[in-house]
């Protein structure tokens, strides 16, 4: 058939045939070159926004760290630890004296700055209506403490085990959780306190109910252990923070 075509309808073929060959070649490396830059562009996009997170989660990291490692070296619950071993409350109506500028200071240079300056007005309020000396029990001193921590990190709760896994100290009253009663772990993550006697653990995320509604939290629990110089750094028990 194309042998009877007459010559100009041949030539009128071919170059037809060539320029949608060439149309066709030159759309399909467009198509190319575009898929490319956009697949670059997004895995650019992907990579910054990993590294923000990994950066976020670093900081996250580093300050439940710090909140531990002051938790850890806090005297107030080695002493809470220390009385609950020895039998008795606590020392829960133990009354000592205190200077409020000295024994309350909870190692305010790893505490963030806003909270030292709230802690440092209410300071100075308190200096203004109160005595230099006053006396308090040793349940608010721990208290304090406690509830330093807590507000300056962010927590959703702090318990405080003996080395028998007991709880001893709850900041904040939860049903799952009872004092004097052996800490419930969580069904995703049973050897927290296994693994959290000899080093800083943080447990596997769970879903839990908090309030009316169930939110994400994990576990992070630290060794308690006395540095008393002849004791060996014997266990008292263990710091285990709730972070949702």
């Not at 060959?21 to 650019?44: C, G, H, R, W």
């Not at 997170?53 to 710090?66: D, G, S």
């Not at 702090?158 to 080395?163: A, N």
């Not at 009316?212 to 710091?239: C, H, M, N, W, Y």
């Amino acid at each position: 058939l194309f042998s009877k075509l007459k010559i100009g309808a041949k030539i009128s073929a071919i170059l037809l045939v060539v320029v949608l060959v060439s149309v066709l070649a030159v759309s399909f490396f467009a198509y190319q070159q575009s898929k490319n830059t956009i697949e670059e562009d997004k895995l650019q996009s992907l990579n910054r926004i990993a590294d923000t997170e990994v950066k976020k989660l670093q900081t996250f990291i580093n300050e439940i760290n710090a909140a531990v490692q002051i938790g850890q070296d806090l005297k107030p619950i080695k002493d809470f630890l220390k009385g609950s071993a020895s039998g008795g409350n606590t020392k829960s109506n133990e009354v000592i004296p205190m200077n409020f500028e000295d024994d309350l200071q909870v190692d305010l240079d790893s505490i963030p700055k806003q909270v030292k300056d709230t802690k440092d007005s209410q300071n100075v309020e308190s200096k203004q209506t109160q005595p230099e000396k006053q006396t308090i029990t040793f349940d608010a001193e721990l208290e304090n403490a406690i509830t330093t921590i807590q507000f300056a990190y962010k927590l959703n709760n702090v318990y405080i085990v003996d080395k028998d896994k007991k709880v001893r100290y709850i900041s904040k009253e939860t049903p799952e959780q009872t004092r004097g009663e052996e800490f419930k772990l969580p069904a995703v993550d049973p050897s927290v306190l296994v693994k959290g006697r000899d080093t800083i653990y943080f447990s596997k995320v769970t879903l839990q109910q908090l309030g009316k509604e169930k939110k994400i939290v994990f576990l992070v629990a630290a060794p308690i252990r006395d540095e008393s110089e002849g004791t060996g750094k014997d266990l008292l028990g263990q710091l285990i923070y709730e972070v949702d």
